[in-house]
Protein backbone atom coordinates (compact mmCIF):
# COMPACT_ATOMS: atom_id res chain seq x y z
CA UNK A 1 0.00 0.00 0.00
CA UNK A 2 2.58 2.29 1.15
CA UNK A 3 5.47 1.64 -2.33
CA UNK A 4 1.95 1.78 -4.45
CA UNK A 5 1.38 5.24 -2.79
CA UNK A 6 5.19 6.13 -3.02
CA UNK A 7 4.99 5.09 -6.72
CA UNK A 8 2.09 6.73 -7.56
CA UNK A 9 3.10 10.14 -5.60
CA UNK A 10 6.76 10.04 -7.71
CA UNK A 11 4.87 10.01 -11.58
CA UNK A 12 2.65 12.56 -10.43
CA UNK A 13 5.43 14.60 -9.62
CA UNK A 14 7.25 13.96 -12.46
CA UNK A 15 10.66 12.69 -10.85
CA UNK A 16 10.44 8.82 -11.84
CA UNK A 17 11.55 7.74 -15.42
CA UNK A 18 12.82 10.19 -17.53
CA UNK A 19 13.27 13.14 -14.91
CA UNK A 20 11.58 16.35 -13.51
CA UNK A 21 10.76 19.04 -16.05
CA UNK A 22 10.68 21.60 -13.69
CA UNK A 23 13.38 23.78 -14.31
CA UNK A 24 13.90 23.54 -10.66
CA UNK A 25 12.96 21.18 -7.94
CA UNK A 26 12.60 21.99 -4.30
CA UNK A 27 13.87 19.65 -1.91
CA UNK A 28 14.34 19.63 2.02
CA UNK A 29 17.48 18.54 2.36
CA UNK A 30 19.79 20.72 4.73
CA UNK A 31 22.45 23.12 3.99
CA UNK A 32 25.32 24.25 6.79
CA UNK A 33 25.52 27.97 4.77
CA UNK A 34 23.73 30.16 7.84
CA UNK A 35 22.29 29.29 10.95
CA UNK A 36 18.99 29.41 9.24
CA UNK A 37 17.26 26.14 8.59
CA UNK A 38 17.96 25.73 4.32
CA UNK A 39 16.74 23.77 1.74
CA UNK A 40 18.43 23.40 -1.61
CA UNK A 41 17.28 24.11 -5.13
CA UNK A 42 18.56 21.94 -7.77
CA UNK A 43 19.06 23.92 -10.94
CA UNK A 44 19.00 22.91 -14.16
CA UNK A 45 21.77 24.05 -15.74
CA UNK A 46 21.17 23.17 -19.18
CA UNK A 47 18.49 26.40 -19.01
CA UNK A 48 20.13 30.18 -19.25
CA UNK A 49 18.71 31.54 -15.96
CA UNK A 50 15.72 33.60 -16.46
CA UNK A 51 15.71 37.33 -17.70
CA UNK A 52 12.83 39.99 -18.66
CA UNK A 53 13.69 42.49 -21.09
CA UNK A 54 11.23 45.21 -21.21
CA UNK A 55 11.13 49.33 -22.29
CA UNK A 56 10.80 52.13 -20.43
CA UNK A 57 10.65 55.36 -22.54
CA UNK A 58 13.71 55.09 -24.50
CA UNK A 59 15.51 52.87 -22.24
CA UNK A 60 15.62 49.22 -21.98
CA UNK A 61 15.79 47.23 -18.72
CA UNK A 62 16.86 43.96 -18.67
CA UNK A 63 16.24 41.72 -15.34
CA UNK A 64 18.40 38.66 -14.57
CA UNK A 65 17.87 36.38 -11.97
CA UNK A 66 21.29 35.60 -10.34
CA UNK A 67 19.65 32.76 -8.67
CA UNK A 68 17.44 32.45 -5.80
CA UNK A 69 17.12 30.90 -2.52
CA UNK A 70 14.81 28.78 -0.40
CA UNK A 71 14.84 29.08 3.28
CA UNK A 72 12.81 28.25 6.71
CA UNK A 73 10.89 30.29 9.28
CA UNK A 74 9.71 33.37 7.33
CA UNK A 75 9.13 35.48 10.65
CA UNK A 76 12.51 34.65 11.81
CA UNK A 77 13.76 37.20 9.18
CA UNK A 78 10.87 38.96 8.00
CA UNK A 79 8.67 39.52 11.74
CA UNK A 80 11.58 39.69 14.24
CA UNK A 81 9.13 41.34 16.47
CA UNK A 82 6.00 39.52 15.93
CA UNK A 83 4.66 36.08 17.24
CA UNK A 84 4.92 33.35 14.80
CA UNK A 85 1.29 33.04 14.80
CA UNK A 86 0.82 36.68 13.23
CA UNK A 87 3.23 35.30 10.83
CA UNK A 88 1.73 32.78 9.90
CA UNK A 89 -1.81 34.23 9.60
CA UNK A 90 -0.42 37.10 6.94
CA UNK A 91 1.08 34.45 4.71
CA UNK A 92 -1.65 32.04 4.85
CA UNK A 93 -4.03 34.93 3.89
CA UNK A 94 -2.10 35.25 1.29
CA UNK A 95 -1.99 31.81 -0.15
CA UNK A 96 1.76 30.89 0.70
CA UNK A 97 3.50 28.84 3.04
CA UNK A 98 3.86 29.41 6.27
CA UNK A 99 6.92 27.08 7.24
CA UNK A 100 9.06 28.62 3.91
CA UNK A 101 9.86 31.46 1.67
CA UNK A 102 11.97 32.07 -1.43
CA UNK A 103 14.11 34.90 -1.98
CA UNK A 104 14.93 35.68 -5.37
CA UNK A 105 18.05 37.93 -6.64
CA UNK A 106 17.95 40.33 -9.54
CA UNK A 107 20.32 42.60 -10.79
CA UNK A 108 19.33 44.87 -13.44
CA UNK A 109 21.32 45.94 -16.45
CA UNK A 110 19.56 49.12 -17.94
CA UNK A 111 20.47 50.27 -21.40
CA UNK A 112 20.20 54.18 -22.16
CA UNK A 113 20.99 54.53 -25.53
CA UNK A 114 24.74 55.99 -24.60
CA UNK A 115 25.56 53.48 -21.45
CA UNK A 116 25.31 50.24 -19.98
CA UNK A 117 24.23 50.84 -16.37
CA UNK A 118 24.50 47.45 -14.42
CA UNK A 119 23.14 47.61 -10.92
CA UNK A 120 24.41 45.10 -8.36
CA UNK A 121 26.11 42.09 -9.47
CA UNK A 122 24.58 39.01 -7.73
CA UNK A 123 26.46 36.06 -5.47
CA UNK A 124 29.59 35.60 -8.11
CA UNK A 125 31.91 32.99 -8.01
CA UNK A 126 30.93 31.78 -3.84
CA UNK A 127 27.24 31.86 -4.72
CA UNK A 128 27.47 29.06 -7.58
CA UNK A 129 27.69 25.89 -5.72
CA UNK A 130 24.33 26.58 -4.72
CA UNK A 131 22.90 27.61 -8.06
CA UNK A 132 23.17 31.49 -7.36
CA UNK A 133 25.81 33.74 -9.33
CA UNK A 134 24.40 33.34 -12.63
CA UNK A 135 24.10 36.89 -13.51
CA UNK A 136 27.28 36.34 -16.27
CA UNK A 137 25.23 33.83 -17.96
CA UNK A 138 22.10 35.27 -17.99
CA UNK A 139 23.80 38.60 -19.47
CA UNK A 140 25.53 36.18 -22.15
CA UNK A 141 22.05 34.93 -23.04
CA UNK A 142 20.64 38.44 -23.64
CA UNK A 143 23.00 39.15 -25.83
CA UNK A 144 25.72 41.04 -23.92
CA UNK A 145 29.65 40.13 -22.65
CA UNK A 146 31.00 41.60 -20.11
CA UNK A 147 32.92 44.14 -21.48
CA UNK A 148 29.54 45.56 -22.85
CA UNK A 149 29.06 46.96 -19.22
CA UNK A 150 30.33 50.64 -19.06
CA UNK A 151 28.72 51.48 -15.51
CA UNK A 152 28.35 49.20 -12.49
CA UNK A 153 26.10 50.71 -9.84
CA UNK A 154 25.82 49.25 -6.35
CA UNK A 155 22.71 50.14 -4.45
CA UNK A 156 24.73 48.95 -0.88
CA UNK A 157 27.66 46.42 -0.22
CA UNK A 158 25.89 43.58 1.18
CA UNK A 159 27.55 40.00 -0.30
CA UNK A 160 24.86 39.19 -3.03
CA UNK A 161 24.98 42.58 -4.21
CA UNK A 162 28.65 42.87 -4.35
CA UNK A 163 29.79 39.11 -4.94
CA UNK A 164 29.67 39.43 -9.00
CA UNK A 165 32.23 42.59 -9.25
CA UNK A 166 35.06 40.24 -9.57
CA UNK A 167 35.95 37.28 -11.52
CA UNK A 168 38.94 34.99 -10.30
CA UNK A 169 40.44 37.83 -8.54
CA UNK A 170 40.15 40.14 -11.58
CA UNK A 171 37.24 42.81 -12.62
CA UNK A 172 34.07 41.06 -13.72
CA UNK A 173 33.41 43.60 -16.10
CA UNK A 174 36.88 44.84 -17.34
CA UNK A 175 35.66 48.19 -19.46
CA UNK A 176 33.28 49.99 -16.44
CA UNK A 177 33.76 52.80 -14.16
CA UNK A 178 32.15 52.00 -11.20
CA UNK A 179 29.52 54.36 -8.67
CA UNK A 180 29.53 53.55 -5.04
CA UNK A 181 27.90 55.12 -2.36
CA UNK A 182 30.43 57.06 -0.53
CA UNK A 183 28.64 56.97 2.83
CA UNK A 184 28.31 53.07 2.26
CA UNK A 185 31.63 52.77 1.16
CA UNK A 186 33.09 54.42 4.24
CA UNK A 187 31.64 52.22 6.84
CA UNK A 188 32.51 48.82 5.17
CA UNK A 189 36.15 49.47 4.68
CA UNK A 190 36.68 51.09 7.93
CA UNK A 191 38.86 49.03 9.97
CA UNK A 192 36.58 49.47 13.15
CA UNK A 193 34.57 46.71 11.95
CA UNK A 194 36.87 44.46 12.92
CA UNK A 195 35.54 41.67 15.38
CA UNK A 196 31.87 43.19 15.24
CA UNK A 197 29.25 41.47 13.30
CA UNK A 198 30.01 43.35 10.32
CA UNK A 199 33.96 41.78 9.94
CA UNK A 200 32.94 39.48 7.58
CA UNK A 201 30.89 42.15 5.23
CA UNK A 202 34.04 44.55 6.07
CA UNK A 203 36.30 41.34 4.34
CA UNK A 204 34.07 40.78 1.64
CA UNK A 205 34.35 44.98 0.59
CA UNK A 206 37.79 44.84 1.13
CA UNK A 207 38.43 41.35 -1.61
CA UNK A 208 35.40 42.81 -4.01
CA UNK A 209 35.16 45.99 -3.74
CA UNK A 210 38.66 47.90 -2.48
CA UNK A 211 40.32 46.89 -5.98
CA UNK A 212 37.96 48.92 -7.83
CA UNK A 213 37.89 52.22 -5.93
CA UNK A 214 40.11 53.98 -8.13
CA UNK A 215 38.08 53.53 -11.60
CA UNK A 216 34.97 54.82 -8.76
CA UNK A 217 32.57 58.41 -8.69
CA UNK A 218 31.18 58.36 -4.85
CA UNK A 219 27.90 59.64 -4.72
CA UNK A 220 25.29 60.71 -1.88
CA UNK A 221 21.66 61.56 -2.05
CA UNK A 222 20.72 63.13 -5.37
CA UNK A 223 23.99 62.58 -7.34
CA UNK A 224 23.14 61.87 -10.89
CA UNK A 225 24.26 58.41 -12.33
CA UNK A 226 23.95 59.10 -15.83
CA UNK A 227 21.21 61.66 -17.17
CA UNK A 228 17.94 59.99 -16.66
CA UNK A 229 19.22 58.06 -13.68
CA UNK A 230 19.82 59.43 -10.16
CA UNK A 231 20.42 58.42 -6.58
CA UNK A 232 18.25 58.68 -3.48
CA UNK A 233 19.23 57.54 0.62
CA UNK A 234 17.17 54.92 1.70
CA UNK A 235 19.09 53.92 4.64
CA UNK A 236 18.31 51.67 7.16
CA UNK A 237 18.84 48.34 5.42
CA UNK A 238 22.73 49.42 5.68
CA UNK A 239 24.19 52.86 6.60
CA UNK A 240 24.50 53.97 2.87
CA UNK A 241 21.69 52.14 1.35
CA UNK A 242 20.40 53.98 -1.97
CA UNK A 243 17.65 53.39 -4.38
CA UNK A 244 17.72 54.61 -7.71
CA UNK A 245 15.33 57.25 -9.48
CA UNK A 246 15.02 56.11 -13.27
CA UNK A 247 13.13 58.19 -15.85
CA UNK A 248 12.87 58.20 -19.76
CA UNK A 249 10.82 59.94 -21.91
CA UNK A 250 8.30 60.21 -19.17
CA UNK A 251 8.30 56.57 -18.03
CA UNK A 252 9.52 55.90 -14.52
CA UNK A 253 11.04 53.01 -12.65
CA UNK A 254 12.29 53.41 -8.92
CA UNK A 255 15.04 50.81 -8.32
CA UNK A 256 14.06 50.18 -4.66
CA UNK A 257 17.04 47.80 -3.64
CA UNK A 258 16.42 45.70 -0.49
CA UNK A 259 13.95 48.62 1.23
CA UNK A 260 11.65 45.95 1.31
CA UNK A 261 12.48 41.89 0.53
CA UNK A 262 9.34 40.23 0.99
CA UNK A 263 6.72 40.83 -1.48
CA UNK A 264 4.33 40.27 1.38
CA UNK A 265 5.39 40.31 4.70
CA UNK A 266 7.92 43.94 4.59
CA UNK A 267 5.20 45.24 2.24
CA UNK A 268 2.18 45.08 3.65
CA UNK A 269 3.57 44.75 7.25
CA UNK A 270 6.49 47.63 6.53
CA UNK A 271 6.94 47.98 10.27
CA UNK A 272 7.86 44.16 10.91
CA UNK A 273 11.74 44.12 11.90
CA UNK A 274 13.68 42.33 9.37
CA UNK A 275 16.79 40.62 10.43
CA UNK A 276 19.53 41.39 7.59
CA UNK A 277 17.78 45.65 8.40
CA UNK A 278 20.89 46.62 9.72
CA UNK A 279 19.05 49.61 11.55
CA UNK A 280 15.70 47.92 11.68
CA UNK A 281 13.41 51.69 12.67
CA UNK A 282 15.88 52.98 9.95
CA UNK A 283 14.77 51.00 7.75
CA UNK A 284 11.04 50.59 8.42
CA UNK A 285 10.49 54.31 7.86
CA UNK A 286 12.61 53.83 4.76
CA UNK A 287 10.08 51.02 3.94
CA UNK A 288 7.05 53.74 4.98
CA UNK A 289 8.93 56.62 3.24
CA UNK A 290 9.62 55.08 -0.39
CA UNK A 291 6.71 52.98 -0.71
CA UNK A 292 4.43 55.46 0.07
CA UNK A 293 6.09 57.49 -2.54
CA UNK A 294 5.56 54.49 -4.89
CA UNK A 295 1.76 54.13 -4.32
CA UNK A 296 1.26 57.61 -4.66
CA UNK A 297 3.68 58.28 -7.94
CA UNK A 298 1.85 55.10 -9.21
CA UNK A 299 5.10 54.68 -10.41
CA UNK A 300 6.37 50.87 -11.18
CA UNK A 301 9.63 49.42 -8.68
CA UNK A 302 12.16 47.30 -9.06
CA UNK A 303 12.67 45.34 -5.84
CA UNK A 304 16.09 43.52 -5.88
CA UNK A 305 14.39 40.48 -3.52
CA UNK A 306 10.94 40.44 -5.29
CA UNK A 307 9.12 37.31 -7.17
CA UNK A 308 11.59 37.50 -10.15
CA UNK A 309 11.01 39.48 -12.73
CA UNK A 310 10.75 41.77 -9.68
CA UNK A 311 9.06 44.69 -10.94
CA UNK A 312 5.38 45.79 -10.12
CA UNK A 313 3.37 48.44 -8.67
CA UNK A 314 2.48 49.00 -4.83
CA UNK A 315 -1.27 49.39 -3.80
CA UNK A 316 -1.79 51.22 -0.67
CA UNK A 317 -3.90 49.69 1.85
CA UNK A 318 -4.82 50.44 5.60
CA UNK A 319 -1.62 49.54 6.77
CA UNK A 320 1.34 49.23 4.34
CA UNK A 321 1.21 48.05 0.49
CA UNK A 322 -0.48 45.24 -2.20
CA UNK A 323 2.37 44.09 -4.53
CA UNK A 324 0.83 43.78 -8.23
CA UNK A 325 3.39 42.36 -10.10
CA UNK A 326 3.73 44.01 -13.78
CA UNK A 327 2.25 42.30 -16.47
CA UNK A 328 2.12 44.22 -20.40
CA UNK A 329 2.21 47.74 -18.93
CA UNK A 330 5.45 48.38 -20.67
CA UNK A 331 4.41 46.37 -23.95
CA UNK A 332 2.25 48.39 -25.29
ZN1 LIG B 1 20.12 41.83 -0.85
Given at each position: MTDRMNISRRVLLGT????????FVLSGAASAQTSQPQTSMEINHAMPPETNRFKLGDFEVLVVKDGARPSGKPGET??????PEAVSELLQKNFLPTDQFVNSFSPALINTGSDLVLFDTGFGEQGRESGNGRLLEGLAAA???????TVVVLTHMHGDHIGGLMEKGKPAFPKARYVFGQKEYDFWTD????????ENGHKAVLANVKPLAEKATFIGDGADVVPGISAIAAVGHSPGHMIFNVESSGKRLILTADTANHFVLSLQRPEWEVRFDMDKAAAAATRKKVFDMVATDRVAFLGY??????VGYAEKLDTGYRFVPKSYQFDI
Open positions: AGAGAVAPFGTNQSGYTPDDVEKRVGTPAHMPFPS
